[in-house]
């Protein structure tokens, strides 16, 4: 069945650091991922997606990869700031704007 | 842009009555809505997916008696939790999809609606 690993474990990290999340799957052949930002008691905010021919994507301090051989997308946050303290959600879709199947997620602390 | 809202935020009610819960796009038109509900430190779940004038589709193991999805118009869904149960509470979210950046149709969420039935 398929599958979507994200670290279970919470991610700590000083602020102005790089954190560096990992989305891995199996039994799935995405066409898109995508990356959603979800605080606590609120609804998941959209921050990037990209496609399976696409490697990498930028937007601001962000940075998502996608390596459909390792099935694997990394998400990175450059100059961390203690807002950007979150659970991260990485979610697969076959097809543009279709149903998403979404990790567990991360949960990231930027301590200043 | 892109803006979906969710009423009501929260609700307590008494086992064995109705809840209905709306979903709104501001300020586009989603012919396709999602429900999913979301238990405490776990994912999202796809409930079921809402096409505008017609039926939704209901994930396995959705009972699609007890969660009666209507998406009456472009704007809206409601999600009707028929006969709840204490193990109905739960934190229930909606998205609608957008047209995004780049030509790319993407998932917007709304707020959340906290359920907890007595």
């Known amino acids: 069945s398929q599958k979507i690993e994200q670290n279970s474990e919470a991610l700590n990290i000083q602020e102005g650091k790089t954190a560096t999340l990992t989305c891995n799957y199996t039994n799935y052949s995405p066409a898109y991922l995508q990356w959603y930002r979800q605080d606590p008691g609120r609804g998941p905010v959209f921050l990037l997606l990209i496609r399976e021919n696409e490697k990498e994507k930028r937007k601001e301090r962000l940075k998502v990869t996608f390596d459909t051989t390792l099935k694997q997308s990394l998400f990175h946050i450059t100059a961390s700031q203690p807002a950007d303290s979150a659970t991260y959600l990485c979610?697969?879709?076959?097809?543009?704007?279709?149903?998403?199947?979404f990790g567990q997620g991360t949960e990231l602390s930027v301590k200043p | 842009g892109a803006v979906v809202s969710q009423h009501p935020s929260w609700v307590i009610c008494k086992s064995g009555t109705s809840v209905k819960i709306e979903c709104r796009s501001l300020d586009f038109q989603a012919t396709t809505m999602f429900w999913y509900r979301q238990f405490p430190k776990q994912s999202l779940m796809l409930m079921a997916t809402?096409?505008?004038?017609?039926?939704?589709?209901?994930e396995q193991g959705v009972e699609k008696d007890k969660f009666l999805i209507n998406h009456a118009s472009l704007t809206l869904s409601t999600l009707t939790v028929t006969s709840a149960h204490p193990e109905d509470s739960s934190f229930y979210i909606c998205?609608?999809?957008?047209?995004?950046?780049?030509?790319?149709?993407?998932?917007?969420f709304g707020p959340g609606t906290r359920l907890t039935v007595l």
């Open positions: 998205s609608a999809r957008s047209q995004g950046d780049s030509g790319t149709d993407t998932q917007y």
């Open positions: 809402s096409n505008e004038g017609s039926k939704a589709t209901y």
């Open positions: 979610a697969l879709a076959s097809n543009q704007g279709g149903k998403l199947i």
